[in-house]
């Protein structure tokens, strides 16, 4: 399979290339820091409403909830990633098979017709 930059991929209007496998890192660091981002404004929210509560959101809401999203972002993101994966390695072994075949080109492109005659 030849491999192309990312800019390559990115541009590749026939899909035959992909780029999520290659971005997949940044998504996930972008979702930790937009997570973290967002329980630091809630922890400062939950301060200014009082300071009981800013203390349970602190030591006990933000934690769980937290950890919630990071794990079901990086579910969710293993999810694709294992999708794009399998595409990858299924094209492989059409390749593979198609060698072993003697089939080196693909067929070519029969047309449909009603039925037998």
Known sequence: MESKGFFGSLFDLSF?????????????????IGIGLAAILFIISAFSASSGF??????IIVP???????VYARV??????????????NAELVTLKRIEMGLDTPPPAEPVTGGTN
């Open 64 to 70: 769980i909830f937290s950890l919630f999203y990071i």
């Open 54 to 59: 800013g203390a349970i959101t602190l030591l």
């Open 76 to 89: 969710l993101l293993e999810f694709f990633l294992a999708i794009f994966r399998l595409a990858e390695t």
């Open 16 to 32: 035959s290339s992909l780029v999520t496998p290659r971005i997949i890192k940044i998504v996930y660091v972008l979702t930790l």
